[in-house]
């Protein structure tokens, strides 16, 4: 019966500290009331009042710049995407998880990589770190740093 419990303790714990894990941080810190009047550092994409401007889509209305900032990246993608030889040969495929921030002065930094393997992750850093400098997101009237994500999917096509 002890062992019960403890088992069923250790993994009602197990799910408490992912669940408070999941969430995101940035958005807690630029929605707390108490943070009013403070400087915002690092604002996630989904909230920002200006996003940031790929290059390309200055002339486009702020209320498209999303559609725009997507297809560029999309295109950037594409342009520079190399399957990995090694991956290819050990038949390697699966979903990385990249998140950069574009940084006030709309420099792309702090690329980071999770997921499938380390060969797919160090092709997507690349591809990420390659993205052109633009112009930086605006909160408040202020430029700031903002966080993006996205998913890179390698898969083999036979």
Known sequence: MKKTIFIFLFFVSLISFSQEE?????????TNDSLKGKE??????????EIPVFPGCEDVEKKERMNCFNAKMSEHIKANFKYP???QKRNIQGRVSVQFVIDKEGNVV???TRGADPILQTEARRIFSLLPKMKPG????KPVKVRYGMPLNFKLQR
């Open 138 to 141: 605006f909160q408040k009237g």
């Open 22 to 30: 999941n969430v995101p941080k940035e958005v807690v810190l630029t």
């Open 85 to 87: 030889s090694k991956a």
């Open 40 to 49: 915002l550092d690092n604002v996630p994409f989904a909230i920002i009042e």
């Open 110 to 112: 702090d690329v980071q």
